[in-house]
């Protein structure tokens, strides 16, 4: 059974960081692209970082690109989502992704983690 366990959100002000983490179980870690989603309330699911099974390449959407890192560990089956200088409009459920191919829409990703709450304050 696969499960991906998200944690590290919290309630922070702006200009803070965070550091979210998704540790996985259940299924070959090294073999799947892992990303990482948001969903605001009364949104769709918005892409938000993407890193292939190497982690030797990454993907970001521009509104989070130069403030969030992604990250992995194959040894320790987690990928990591370090977030800086954080908005208000970052606020959001975040949710890590695994599938066998790293794109950016949803539909991509076959597993899906229970998500994280972000709640950035101004």
């Known amino acids: 059974q696969v499960q991906l366990v998200e944690s590290g959100g919290g309630l922070v002000q702006a200009g803070d960081s965070l550091r979210l983490s998704c540790a996985a179980s259940?299924?070959?870690?090294?073999?799947?692209?892992m990303a990482w989603f948001r969903q605001a309330p009364g949104k769709e699911r918005e892409f938000v970082a993407v890193?292939?099974?190497?982690?030797?390449?990454?993907n970001y959407a521009n509104s989070v690109k130069g403030r969030f890192t992604i990250s992995r560990d194959n040894a320790e089956n987690t990928v990591y989502l370090e977030m800086n200088s954080l908005k208000p409009e970052d606020t959001a459920a975040y949710y890590c992704?695994?599938?066998?191919?790293?794109?950016?829409?949803?539909?991509?990703?076959?597993?899906w983690g229970q998500g994280t709450q972000v709640t950035v304050s101004s």
């Open positions: 259940g299924l070959t870690f090294s073999s799947y692209a």
């Open positions: 992704a695994a599938g066998s191919y790293s794109g950016t829409y949803y539909y991509t990703y076959k597993y």
């Open positions: 890193i292939i099974r190497s982690g030797a390449y990454t």
